[in-house]
């Protein structure tokens, strides 16, 4: 789809089920990096079918790594910890994710050869600074203009384990650090402010690699032992949350509605959206709780909101909800009240300068809308916001994001909506477009 979706309608009252969303994109990410570098053949179902996960599994193939896709099922034909085949003249292309890119170049500190990472326009702009320092800790050598890709790393013969402190809620830093510490002989120490934690979990239930992790109120500190080769394994990929969260939101604001979303990931490190939105009056709970491999999947049940107040958020849920930001800023827009989000830097370092968009799409809707100092944001709800106007929404840097937020928007408030972009939901939700029709969403 090349042109803009026009949305002209807002969209009837349903009760439906979602029995499949689309796999979590950070474990199947983790999932291919972790299963190339193990013995044997490791099998995933489910696995995200989203651009950033083809990507990735290019990008492995090129190091003679054997990948098979059929249907829903994947298997990956590791050859060990030492395993990978590195030519000369490689070049990776890690496409929009930002997660692939940080977790690919970690594991390239064993190759012995210079090998190029880039990525697409967006990609281009986001820092790699992030993990270019800690990598080059470890050893790594790196070519790079400006810190930011295309750069060229090579690996050493002589990996030392170094002492590691993240300090902005980053898992793809801190994942980036643990990957590399697979190589690295004796122990890796992190200090972490608390982000999603799926690669400690893979470490500890699904490839058993030596980690301890120990976590107070703020910090978790991570310690991994290096060099120890892993077997295969299996992974059943729950729902990515953050796919969800398109349709969480879209019940929540739509009149008379339920909704009840299969088999998704709720571990508590990204659930923050969900916790906001409670505390503002939704109503969302989890039926089927079960634990998997260490993470939480469960069925997510959502009906529409009857009023929704205003929050002034507190930043320890900053990290956690990182991805779903810009919704919590549309259910702000409608909520009673004037809501405050701080300390979201890092937002505006994502596919796009999200934090900046979310403004300017919400001011361009009349909702009063400030940035506040400390990366902050001010939106100053109304319950009674219906919309009438024509709203274009242009290209962002094609983020994924920012073209499923218009959806939403157009489907609960209103108006004439001209998105651009439609095809970025390839990036990370690929069956986006057809979900919200099924709901009975009218998109041309
Ligand atoms: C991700 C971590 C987050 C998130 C991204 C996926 C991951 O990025 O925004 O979509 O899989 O580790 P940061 O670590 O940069 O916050």
Known sequence: MKNPVVINNKIKPYIKIIKNITGDKSISIRFLI??????????????????????????????????????????????GLYGYEYKNNMNLDAGNSGTAARLLSAILINSPKYIRVTGDNSLKKRDMKRIVDPLKEFGALF????????????????IRPINYNETRGSAQCKSSVMMAALFAPGITNLKCIKSRDHTELFFKNAINVPIKVKK???????????????????????????????FIVLTTLNKNSSLTIKNVNINPSRIGMIKILN????????????????????????????????????????????DEMLLLFLASSVA??????????ELNKKESKRLDWGIKILKMIGVKTNKISNHGIKIYGNPNLQLKKTYRIKSYLKDHRIYMLAVIAGLTLGGKWIINDPDSIKTSFPSFNKLVMKLGAKIN
């Open 34 to 79: 972790l299963s190339s570098l193990a013995h044997g053949k490791s099998v995933a179902y489910n696995l995200s079918n989203a651009q950033d996960i083809i990507n990735t599994l290019k990008c492995i193939r090129k190091f003679g790594i054997k990948i098979k896709i059929k249907k829903k099922i994947c298997e990956v034909y590791g050859n």
């Open 143 to 158: 070519k790079i203009k400006k810190n930011t890709l295309p750069f060229l790393i090579k690996g050493t013969k002589f």
């Open 216 to 246: 107070n109120e703020k910090f978790d500190f991570i310690k991994v032992e290096g060099r120890k080769n892993f077997k295969s394994f299996s992974y059943n990929i729950p729902g990515d949350i953050s796919s969800a969260a398109f």
């Open 279 to 322: 505390l503002m009056g939704s109503k969302i709970s989890f039926r089927n709780k079960k634990k998997y491999k260490g993470e939480v999947v469960g069925d997510v049940h959502i009906k529409s909101a009857k009023k929704l107040k205003s929050i002034n958020c507190p930043k320890k849920f900053n990290s956690s909800a990182i």
């Open 336 to 345: 009673k009240g004037t809501s405050i989000f701080r300390g979201l830097e």
